[in-house]
């Protein structure tokens, strides 16, 4: 009897699901054809129009990432995401132009409301190229591909062979080293996402309709009392280089004591619709001599962020050497910036120039792994053209780490993306997970950003997915882009297994930085890990207790929370009752089972 109700309850399922797919298809197919009609003749039928009023995005959802859409929401941009490229990539295997395709994409943009007309002229003007070539060198990509490496949601799945891949990874038994404890530590500095703004104006306008605000220019728009602080904003505003400066120059004057600083990514500001080669490479370099000159003789670690690029998130294969569309230039100016200063030896070019990784040997048993994870951003067009592990960095990771056991050295990895991170495309991260997961006995620690968030992801074992794998800890952010404090993190490491023993979060309030003008910001040390969760050490053992407790404690998950947001105080104020907050324990699981098992 409970197998037949098992039974009918899975074909209810199903039948429900056919009548849900029936139902979307159905609208991709009209609003298709009604765009085809519009792009014909350039006249808007009442059909058309209904469509368009329908499937428009809410105002509160212009800065949402559309991974995160669920419900209608998820529905209406895959149902938008098929329908536009169904008609354009049609159009451009029939001969339209770029231009052509260029203007009608701009106007079905400003009608569905996707953006405002300035944004959607900038990204679709700067971004088409590279989609017009992927399409044009691949006669077999269609829009459901497309869309399923955009939004890979129920209503958009990923059904396409070419993205199922596997990197191959050494299975023989783990060779462990003993593990030597030592009284002794070094300090390791994070700093990350800076974001810096050269547009930034100062009582500018804080609250406008662009992907990102408090810049010249915008002060037309300001229909609110809301203005650009001296020292950032909480609103969706990046960093004034005066912000920046005070940054490094505290930790400088604070920290004597930084054996390396790891720098996890994210120069360039958040204005995606304005980009340029020539704008970043000047940002870039202005920004890596003041780390350079702030720090001096101290090695630093860097890795790209997903800003660096132009546009954003696009990393092209190193095969593609059109200057137009090409990620070489970003390449050789890390190289060369790079090795120049000193930070890393002349044998880290040949990868750097091949996709942006490196690695090196600190010292004898301990190795930096320094990756572009960016490649794997489920925005970055050029997934469609090399879907199977991009530049072959994954294998190259497979094959260091093997290295790594073989002459005995710890790891720590570097990396822009945390590995549970949903903007990464699935096939991608499960590989680099199964990577970890084989190799975690001397990967001591990884270090990430992207977030803005002060957290941390636990990695599960493949094997036992009760046990803790290996720790990926968070920098933050220095900019304040959204509703977050700026910050830094100091680690306290193991001299000679270099395992992290604990941290230190240093922060400021931005609100009282911004009334106090006649001084700089008073930076503090918000918290140490250990203290601040009543932790003995930071072994596994103990994180998956805290973990546990996190679950159990409502006070304890309250103070996660806030450290989360970096106690700034928008955030904090915004209603998160005990079932919001438990989402962030989500946030914190990484594995290849069942997470939402794991979670509950």
Request: net charge negative; aromatic share 12%.
């Amino acid at each position: 009897m409970q197998f037949c109700r098992l039974l009918f309850f899975a074909l209810f399922l199903k039948v429900a699901n056919s009548d849900v797919t029936s139902k979307t298809n159905d609208i991709i197919s009209r609003l298709t054809y009604e765009i085809n009609n519009w792009v014909t003749i350039d006249e808007k039928s009442e059909e058309f129009q209904q469509l368009i009023h329908n499937l428009s995005l809410p105002t509160n959802l212009l800065r949402k990432d559309w991974r995160s859409f669920d419900g209608e929401n998820s529905e209406n941009i895959c149902i938008i995401c098929k329908s536009v490229l169904n008609t354009f990539i049609e159009y451009r295997r029939q001969g339209m132009s770029e231009e052509d395709i260029k203007n009608k994409m701009i106007k079905i943009c400003t009608l569905l409301k996707l953006q405002s007309p300035q944004v959607c002229d900038g990204v679709i003007t700067i971004n088409l190229p590279i989609i017009l070539y992927i399409i044009d060198s691949k006669p077999n990509l269609t829009a459901d591909t497309i869309c399923g490496v955009l939004l890979e949601s129920p209503f958009c799945p990923l059904d396409n062979n070419e993205f199922n891949w596997i990197v191959n990874i050494d299975d023989g038994p783990s060779k462990w080293i003993k593990p030597e404890e030592s009284n002794e530590t070094i300090n390791i500095l994070q700093i990350t996402d800076i974001h810096y703004d050269p547009k930034y104006e100062p009582y500018g306008n804080a609250y406008c309709n662009e992907p990102t605000c408090c810049r010249k220019g915008q002060n037309d728009t300001n229909t609110s009392d809301k203005v650009a602080g001296y020292w950032g904003d909480y609103h969706y505003c990046d960093s004034p280089w005066h912000a920046i400066i005070d940054v490094l120059d505290h930790v400088i004057a604070e920290h004597q004591n930084i054996s390396y600083v790891y720098f996890t990514g994210d120069i360039i500001d958040h204005g995606i619709w304005e980009t340029s080669i020539k704008g970043n490479i000047e940002s870039l370099n202005k920004s890596y001599l003041q780390i350079y000159e702030t720090f001096k003789n101290i090695p630093i670690y860097p890795i790209l962020g997903n800003h660096e690029s132009h546009p954003v998130n696009q990393f092209a294969p190193r095969t593609i050497t059109n200057d137009e569309i090409s990620t070489q230039w970003l390449y050789k100016l890390m190289a060369d910036l790079w090795i120049d200063f000193g930070w890393l030896p002349e044998s880290t070019r040949s990868t750097i120039l091949q996709g942006g990784f490196y690695t090196v040997s600190l010292k004898k048993g301990f190795r930096i792994i320094a990756l572009n994870n960016n490649v794997c951003y489920s925005y970055n067009w050029w997934l469609l053209y090399q879907p199977q592990d991009p530049d072959g960095q994954l294998q190259w990771l497979a094959d260091t780490l093997l290295q790594a056991e073989v002459d005995e050295e710890y790891v720590h990895i570097l990396a822009h993306l945390p590995p549970g991170n949903t903007d990464c495309q699935t096939t991608w991260k499960s590989e680099y997970i199964k990577i970890v997961n084989r190799f975690a006995h001397i990967i001591r620690a990884q270090f990430n950003g992207h977030t803005h968030k002060d957290e941390l992801q636990l990695i599960y074992g493949s094997d036992d997915n009760s046990k803790i794998s290996n720790v990926a800890w968070n920098g933050g952010s220095i900019t304040t882009y959204q509703n977050v404090n700026p910050n830094y993190k100091l680690y306290t490491i193991d001299s000679k297994n270099y395992e992290v023993k604990d941290f230190e979060n240093w922060i400021y309030n931005l609100t009282l930085a911004n009334i106090n003008l006649d001084q700089r910001p008073l930076w503090y040390k918000s918290y140490s890990f250990k203290e601040e969760y009543g932790l003995s050490d930071l072994t596994y053992d103990s994180l998956q207790t805290w973990l546990f407790k996190l679950m159990n404690d409502e006070k304890l998950l309250n103070r996660y929370h806030g450290n989360y947001f970096k106690q700034a105080e928008p955030s904090l104020t915004e209603e998160c009752d005990a079932k919001c907050m438990r989402a962030f324990i989500c946030h914190v699981i990484v594995n290849l089972g069942d997470h939402e098992i794991k979670c509950e």
